[in-house]
């Protein structure tokens, strides 16, 4: 069957998208509150502040969350999923948990997605924790991309949480990824 | 200097002689504001793994009954075209996607979006926002009462207007199939002049972002229906592996 083509989320979608808490999977007070954040660039370096990031995320144990509550946060439950639109600067954030790694030697990351004003269909990522670098210099995706992009899919541990800036078109262009049945739309 | 139409009609044209499948072109310069935001290198193909394979839950938890109807928000009733807008949300194989969270939003019957960004001077509507949420049901089905939105002008060349459309965000089954798209209504007269329409230079494929009018949705003394289908990509995992691992979770 042939897939519906995707369409820009444009520039109105906080009517549709936004709500109250979609960006704090965990509350922001939580003992083990992680703040991931960063901006969203453009070809020219600069700042998309009409931007939808999404996560989902395993948990720190690395199980996969298949709980509901995402749209109304109960403040208990880990749904691993959230949503941050950027600001005028063109900066997101959300308060989380570390993902843990889903099996032994795996590298924990966070699944991305981007949407924008201006980019005509989603794109799809991945943010990964920094901390092993034996675990990422194993990893799949990793080890499969040029050298010299690598770095694009790390976030980069600062004093208040990781930080992974996404740019969507230039000489430091984010690696963004596509799926085999995705590519079967494409045929 | 600013492009028109007929500018822009040349550009859109130009770009329609290289087919670039059924998916819109990223790189699609009638459409202004994406010069600077597609990313030039090819997306990197992988085999989904962990997360990937899986999409968030969503349940009646997140969503109430009533955001299925936009007609209801307010304490009066929205000016415009009642219609109720229904359909099935399947996966690439043609299976039901059940119990997912599928958002709308849209303007209002002039052409109004309820946003601070939109500047277009049509009236707002007091008994009208534009947002609904719903889940399908078992068999994939999603339905939503509104007002049937109106065409809008916007700044991407001299005169500019959007075809009528409803916003659509939709979840599937796992992660990759992830859609943020756009519903618009049969004949339009916008649509050869619309370079996001456009931009999906495969006549079939943007033709499955139109819905379809139909008398058995329409309601007597009440609303117009239309049903719109929406097939995502396929899934990939496969019903064995996700018992499977719905039991060890």
Known sequence: MSAVPGQTVGPFFHLGLEYDGMNELVP???PRALRLHGHVYDGAGAPVPDAVIEIWQADPQGHIPRQPGSLRRDGWTFTGWGRAATGPDGHYQFTTLEPGATEPGKAPFFAVTVFARGLLD???????????PDLLANDTLLESVAPDRRATLIARRVPDGAVFDIRLQGDDETVF????RLRDAWA | MESSQADINREIEAAAQQPGGPQPKIDYAPYRSSI?????????LIDPEAVELWAPVFGHRDVADDEADLTIQHAGTPLGERIVVTGRVLDGDGR????QLVEVWQANAAGRYRHQRDQHPAPHDPNFTGVGRMLTGPDGTYRFQTIKPGPYPWRNHVNAWRPAHIHFSIFGTDFTQRLVTQMYFPGDPLFPLDPIYQSITDPKARELLIAQYDHDVTTPEWSTGYRWDIVLTGTHRTPLESDTEEEAA
């Open chain 2, 96 to 99: 039901p996607v059940a119990d």
């Open chain 1, 28 to 30: 922001p007070g939580h």
């Open chain 2, 36 to 44: 600077l935001r597609h990313p030039k290198q090819p997306a990197h």
């Open chain 1, 122 to 132: 989603r794109l799809f990522t991945r943010a990964y924790l920094p901390d092993d």
């Open chain 1, 177 to 180: 990824l596509t799926y085999p």
